[in-house]
């Protein structure tokens, strides 16, 4: 077995890697952990460090004012000296890494080594067994105020205006702080100057955006595009001069000698950049460059200040953006207090602020966003859109950076006033109650134009390979946009959706969050100081999760509905480019899709007797099963339209015997729709959907003008329903695990269907139904559907009534179409044509 020295077995048949300190249960899992990156990682790092060892001296014996630069200058006599890591606390020895091992044994050879008077003891380095410490992790309220140690001052401020503000001064960073983070700058900005003539050092982000907190990171670019003008004009007066160099391009240090900045990749300029830091700033250590990031860039921390920074080369957009929130924080004064206690809430529920890096939590700069959005869409408007303060701007104002138009007015002085006068405890309940009823499946957040757009303009193929141009703008449009459960386009770079690691857990732990908070913020709690010292207002509402948010899931489970959400990532073009068309309005024909695939599911996957809920029998199991007509509860008209049979080939088309689609021959799938407030007559001519009609909803059959229409869906429209009823002949849910793992042993080669897929569960549920055939039903039930959206998470709500079930068993059932059928929902759409 692979490093046999780091495994070690144990008595219950598992195995210990030593290396890792990681235990797993069998042989397979143990292959998949020697394969993995943590392991590997750590064999190369252990590598990596047995070489040093090999190639080190240990130094002792030399004054304690002696440098690394003269321990490196000593030793550089006997070969080329890799690092010179001295003990600086107490400065009684040093280790000297050489780069290639014949240096050391010549250093060893010498008897005697004297330095400035000091007789030097030198011997190889101590070897020692690599061993993995895994670093601390940082309490995250180490790097942020607790709430115990904010609540007493926040209780005794006298309203929550007051006490968003001690908020604010609690978090931001004090003025000697600043002071020192620009001392650092004008450090940074001397050193680099020495070796990349004319650059520039800019901060940006949280250090300098007014959203400053203790212990942010300071963000810099390295600006090099006057340096590369100095490089070439030197670079051409030497060409013209010969032998006659000017006495700028002589000066000129050998670090940017041996380097064409025009050329250059940035990875290779970052290691100059890291050498610089490692050599020439004092404090700087743990500098490490990420070449292969999206954005490349050298971190490093300051002993002495206790900074981490990050140093990039091409990161213009993240200084531009930096400032615009300046801006807008100098144009309302609401901003910053609101920024600052929304950033905390999200901190205290989890939802934001990973103190460990990457995750799929909200970020600083999408809740700032998210803030920013929210007092766009305020009436009157506390802030402006992008677009607006764009018109705003003067001429010499206009920016473009890399493509994009960052144009806005350099001064608040020159943006009007907001006429909103609402106070910040108005506001802050406001925020959460916007975003508890905000459709963030269905749409996605510009600030540019300072509204949601509809999900389905950054679904089409052809929308993601050109930029299009909205007409009353005049904007470009994204090329292509990473679509999540949240979607917040960066404000100029319109491709990047700021909140695009989110899973759909944070979003609906988000968006619950503010349903809680919401509800709160109505009560005497939140507005009114407590007469008798209980805590109040910003205290309660930053304490950790309520009961409540685990009270509303019990309710859901009380009845039994089950939830499919939109997810536009994960449909098909095809799909995508049906649904663009449909504009606004998607939400109908996805909805007739779902229904399709729900139908499938129970009828060809789980074997259920299908039939709408029209009051006609269920047809016998064997039978087709058709779904009726389209009705309208409004004008109590009942329209006949097609039926036609639901099969797994009518969703997905048939498949040949490797697996292999094959042209589709029909989709004649129409389910029951009604709606209690028609919006639109589809046409299949125009969005591609069959089998939905809609009709007018004035008595006299005129039709509404197409303005009318979206109004009607857009403000709160009656949503579209659809019903069956169902009997289940077999116990389905009954030890699939066992049936799928025979199933799979037993198939082999081209016949073996994909892990998880409806072909393979579709053979369970005839394998069981083999084992264990019944003529009577099990159970019989009503299954509603219901899309919902618009105030609301775009999603269809699927409620079970149960019917008969003298044997108990539709609770069992249940449970396992919770997980099992939005499942095989979601993989049906995504083969949907």
């Known amino acids: 077995m692979e490093m046999d020295n780091d495994v070690q077995s144990n008595s219950k048949g598992g195995f210990h890697c030593k290396l890792c300190d990681v235990h797993v249960p069998n042989r397979a899992s143990l292959d998949d952990h020697l394969k993995g990156r943590k392991h590997k990682k750590l064999s190369s790092v252990r590598a990596t460090r047995q070489a040093q060892e090999e190639n080190s001296l240990f130094i002792s014996g030399f004054a304690r004012q002696t440098s690394q630069l003269q321990l490196a200058d000593y030793f550089q006599q006997f070969g080329p000296v890799n690092e010179v890591i001295m003990d600086k606390e107490k400065g009684v020895y040093a280790i000297v ?29 101590e070897k020692k067994e690599f061993k993995y410490i895994p670093k601390k992790k940082q309490d995250p309220r180490s790097v942020q105020l607790s709430l115990e140690h904010l609540t007493q001052g926040l209780c005794q401020a006298a309203s929550v205006n ?85 006495e700028d391009a002589r000066s000129e240090d050998s670090i940017l000698s041996d380097i064409d900045l025009s050329t250059a990749s940035p990875a290779e300029v970052l290691e100059l950049v890291a050498a610089v830091l ?40 993240a200084v531009r953006n930096t400032r615009f929130l300046q801006l807008c924080s100098g144009l309302d004064a ?65 920016c473009v950076i890399e493509g994009w138009d960052c144009t806005f007015p350099s001064q608040p002085i020159a943006v009007p006033p907001s006429k909103n006068t609402e106070d910040l ?76 690691n989110l899973n759909e857990r944070t979003q609906k732990a988000f968006r619950r969050e503010c349903e809680e ?71 109908e024909p996805w909805f007739e899709k779902v229904c399709c695939a729900v139908v499938a599911v129970l009828k060809d996957v789980l074997k259920c007797s299908v039939a709408p809920s029209d009051g006609s029998e269920v047809r016998d199991r064997h039978e087709e099963v058709t779904c009726g007509a389209v009705k309208d509860t409004a004008t109590s008209a009942h329209m006949d339209a097609t039926a036609g049979d639901v099969t797994l080939t009518d969703c997905i088309g048939p498949a040949s015997k490797n697996g292999q689609r094959v042209q589709e021959t029909n989709n004649n799938f129409k389910p029951e729709i ?71 042993k037993s198939l082999q080669g081209d016949s073996m269907p994909e892990g998880g897929s409806v072909e393979l569960e579709t053979q369970v549920t005839e394998r069981i139904a083999q084992e264990h055939p019944g003529g009577e039903k099990l159970l019989e039930f009503t299954l509603e559907a219901e899309v919902l959206g618009v105030t609301e998470n775009t999603r269809t709500v699927l409620k079970l009534t149960p019917g008969e079930d003298h044997l108990g068993l539709f609770q069992d059932f249940f449970h396992f179409l919770e997980s099992f059928l939005p499942k095989m929902t979601e993989k049906l759409l995504e083969k949907l044509g």
């Open 162 to 246: 007051e006490q968003m503000l001690k908020v604010v001064e609690s978090f931001q960073l004090s003025e000697s702080e600043k002071k020192v983070r620009s001392l650092l700058v004008e450090l940074l900005q001397e050193v680099f100057t020495e070796f990349f003539p004319e650059c520039c050092i800019l901060p940006f982000g949280s250090s300098v955006n007014t959203f400053d907190i203790h212990s942010c990171d300071l963000d810099l670019l390295l600006d090099l595009e006057n340096t590369k003008t100095f490089q070439a004009r030197n670079k051409g007066s030497s060409e013209q001069a010969g032998e006659g160099q000017s």
């Open 517 to 587: 908070s919401a509800k709160y913020c109505r009560s005497l709690q939140y507005q009114r100081k407590s007469a008798k010292g209980k805590v109040w207002g910003l205290v309660r509402l930053f304490a950790s999760h309520s009961a409540g948010a685990q009270g509303s899931g019990r309710e859901a489970e009380r009845e039994l509905s089950i939830c499919i959400p939109f997810k536009a990532a994960r449909l098909p073009d095809t799909v995508c480019s049906q649904l663009h068309s449909a504009g606004g309005l998607f939400r």
């Open 97 to 125: 890494e050489f780069s290639e091992k014949e240096g050391l044994q010549t250093a060893l050879s010498n008897p005697h080594h004297i330095l400035e008077g000091q007789k030097l003891r030198v011997k190889p380095r």
């Open 334 to 398: 609401r901003l910053r207090p609101l920024v600052y206690s929304i950033r905390y809430w999200a901190k205290q529920k989890q939802l934001a602020g990973n103190p460990f890096g990457g995750g799929p939590l909200l970020n600083n700069y999408a809740l700032t966003l998210l803030v920013i959005f929210f007092l766009q869409n305020q009436d009157p408007p506390i802030l402006l859109s992008v677009n607006q303060l764009k018109e705003l701007a003067c001429e010499e104002e206009e």
């Open 674 to 744: 009604c709606t209690s407030s028609p919006t639109k007559e589809y046409n299949p001519e125009d969005t591609a959907h069959t089998g939905v009609k809609r009709l007018s909803s004035t008595g006299n059959g005129s039709q509404e003008s197409p303005a009318s229409k979206k109004q009607r869906l857009d403000s709160g429209s009656k949503h579209p329903t659809a019903q069956w009823h169902c009997l289940l002949w077999h116990k389905v849910w009954a030890g699939r695990r066992k049936v799928r793992r025979d199933l799979l």
């Open 278 to 317: 490692r050599k020439c700033v004092p404090g700087v250590h743990k500098v490490q460059v990420l070449g292969t990031a999206r954005l490349p860039v050298v971190k490093f921390s300051h002993r002495e200040l206790g900074l981490q920074g990050d140093i990039t080369i091409n990161n213009k957009l």
């Open 425 to 500: 405890c108005a506001l802050l309940a406001g925020f959460f109650s916007f975003y508890a009823q905000f459709d963030f499946s269905g749409s996605v957040i510009s600030l540019r134009e300072g509204k949601s757009l509809p999900i389905t303009g950054f679904l089409s193929k052809e929308a993601e390979e050109g930029e299009g141009t909205d007409e009353q703008t005049g904007d470009s449009r994204p090329k292509s946009v990473k679509l999540g459960p949240i979607n917040v386009l960066d404000p100029f770079e319109l491709c990047h959706n700021v909140a695009g």
